[in-house]
């Protein structure tokens, strides 16, 4: 096998999100080890970026449902790139590309690998087949433990084929060092807040992620004589509804002081440096958590519900205490819980919170960085080609 494989990465469309992010992350990792990164999928806001640290976009139809497309003409591309451009394996990262990218790499003769990304949705038997491409893998890579089981449940064949690598964090990104006042300030002024302690939390304005269950919460500490400020941070996608809701129960619970809706922020690491406290109250399961990643990268205490892969994410530290560690996992349900340690973690005086700081950092970087997810995907390419570009990368 030659040094520097060449890797075709598929997925729909090459715009945002955890899968795109992925994506040019992995050629990021790739490019540095001397690979050669391709990518099939419709152009979007990270093509330049791919484009710019020396990958290729190939453009292709990935967004298509249609099932001709998906099953024929598809196929038939996909089988084109790879041997036009000499690609080595191939790489699918979502079900509807990633059938016909099955289907050209095994005409083709080359590895496939798949990442699964989420916990999808498995009602009916198309359905379930429709989702088994994702467990078709020669390597069949979980981002979480959860999702793993979760794939070992659903494809039992794909049982010794799975493995997990966990998402990674930019840690030079979220790194509280590099954070200068400016940003904090700007950021501060823009959501107009005050030196009460501020509470963070970062989702897309969604019912599952909890911001309807965390609002009464909120007011009952506040009826408690507790002193704090809560940001929402997240888009609301067009949910016109849940957000009328939202702001039905800010001012049910007399929140208009403390509470705030201020959409996308795009600047997440200064979002939590002047952050006391993060919380992620999902109430169905998450198959990483990367909100709880990055404040622990920041050194931010984070609490998250008891669903998917948020405890993998939190967890204590060998020869940390539980008491001490600034990871708390609460019932997902339990909104006496959430009260509860809310008010607990608020109290905790400064300096234990402090001591924890670089141990949540060193644990995100050993296991949920950039660096570690490259490193580990190289790995798989290595083991299926015969090359060297994890010793390289």
């Given at each position: 096998m030659k040094k520097a494989p060449t890797i075709?990465?598929?997925l729909p469309w090459l715009d945002s999100g955890g899968v795109e992010r992925?994506?040019?992350?992995?050629?990021?990792?790739?490019?540095?080890?001397?690979?050669?990164?391709?990518v099939a999928a419709e152009s979007g806001r990270l093509t330049t970026q791919l484009e710019e640290m020396g990958g290729k976009l190939l453009p292709f139809e990935g967004r298509t449902k249609n099932p001709f497309k998906i099953l024929f003409s598809n196929v038939r591309v996909i089988e084109q790139m790879i041997r036009k451009q000499g690609v080595d394996l191939v790489h699918a990262r979502s079900r509807?590309?990633?059938?016909?990218?099955?289907?050209?790499?095994?005409?083709?003769?080359?590895?496939?690998?798949?990442?699964?990304?989420?916990?999808?949705?498995?009602?009916?038997?198309?359905?379930?087949?429709?989702?088994?491409v994702m467990a078709k893998g020669d390597v069949v890579i979980a981002n979480s433990r959860y999702t793993q089981d979760l794939v070992a449940g659903r494809n039992p064949d794909a049982r010794e084929r799975l493995t997990v690598v966990y998402r990674g964090i930019d840690m030079k990104a979220f790194d509280p060092q590099r954070i200068v006042p400016e940003r904090k300030q700007a950021l501060l002024a823009q959501w107009g807040v005050d030196d009460r302690p501020l509470l963070l939390l970062p989702s897309r304005l969604t019912r599952w992620k909890g911001q309807s269950f965390i609002l009464p919460i909120m007011g009952a500490l506040k009826q408690q004589g507790l002193s704090f400020q809560l940001v929402l941070i997240g888009d609301d996608q067009g949910r016109e509804s849940y957000v009328a809701e939202l702001d039905g129960l800010i001012a049910q619970h007399d929140l208009a002081s403390c509470v705030k809706r201020v959409g996308h922020c795009s600047d997440m690491p200064a979002a939590y440096s002047v952050a006391d406290l993060t919380i992620v109250p999902s109430q169905d399961a998450e198959t990483f958590g990367?909100?709880?990643?990055?404040?622990?990268?920041?050194?931010?205490?984070?609490?998250?519900?008891?669903?998917?892969?948020?405890?993998?994410?939190?967890?204590?530290p060998d020869g940390v205490g539980e008491a001490g560690w600034i990871g708390k996992v609460i019932p997902h349900?339990?909104?006496?819980?959430?009260?509860?340690?809310?008010?607990?973690?608020?109290?905790?005086?400064a300096a234990e919170t402090e001591a924890m700081k670089p141990i949540a950092r060193a644990r995100v970087?050993?296991?949920?960085?950039?660096?570690?997810?490259?490193?580990?995907?190289?790995?798989?390419?290595?083991?299926?080609?015969?090359?060297?570009?994890?010793?390289?990368?």
């Open positions: 075709l990465q598929v992925g994506t040019v992350d992995i050629a990021q990792s790739l490019i540095s080890a001397g690979g050669r990164a391709l509807a590309p990633a059938w016909s990218a099955y289907l050209a790499a095994r005409r083709a003769g080359v590895p496939f690998v798949t990442t699964y990304h989420g916990a999808y949705s498995q009602k009916g038997r198309i359905k379930a087949f429709y989702n088994s990367r909100s709880a990643a990055e404040s622990l990268a920041m050194g931010v205490p984070v609490l998250v519900g008891d669903l998917g892969a948020q405890p993998e994410v939190t967890a204590c349900g339990n909104g006496a819980g959430w009260q509860a340690t809310i008010a607990q973690m608020l109290a905790k005086p970087e050993n296991c949920f960085s950039l660096s570690s997810m490259g490193q580990q995907t190289l790995a798989i390419y290595d083991q299926l080609l015969g090359t060297d570009l994890a010793g390289k990368g």
